[in-house]
């Protein structure tokens, strides 16, 4: 029912920048809170930024300053702009739901983000 398709990840320097993409045919970010997340090895999944259906948006400290979030209505497809990465942000990066953890919802297969040092 629900589809979550996450791209844009990579390699990249630290100080450098990726912006991630997200297309979702089952979540429409008209009428839902979105969120990123992201698991590093051996931890748990955390909300790292999420965006309401008014247009608000909340960051996490680890990444406030450096990470922006938006979405594109009419192509339903949600942007992660992150900027002045570090290696700390290195993590498989997902999208979902705002309150996707709480809910217990699906995942997708999120898009791999390293950041050397």
């Known amino acids: 029912q629900v589809q979550l398709v996450e791209s844009g990840g990579g390699l990249v320097q630290a100080g450098g920048s990726l912006r991630l993409s997200c297309a979702s045919s089952?979540?429409?970010?008209?009428?839902?809170?979105m969120g990123w997340y992201r698991q590093a090895p051996g931890k748990q999944r955390e909300l790292v930024a999420s965006?309401?259906?008014?247009?608000?948006?909340k960051y996490a400290d680890s990444v406030k300053g450096r990470f922006t979030i938006s979405r594109d209505i009419a192509n339903n497809t949600g942007y992660l702009q992150m900027n002045s990465l570090k290696p700390e942000d290195t993590a498989v990066y997902y999208c979902?739901?705002?309150?996707?953890?709480?809910?217990?919802?699906?995942w997708g297969q999120g898009t791999q983000v390293t950041v050397s040092s």
């Open positions: 089952g979540i429409l970010f008209r009428f839902n809170d």
């Open positions: 979902n739901y705002a309150n996707a953890i709480q809910s217990g919802a699906n």
């Open positions: 965006i309401s259906r008014g247009g608000s948006t």
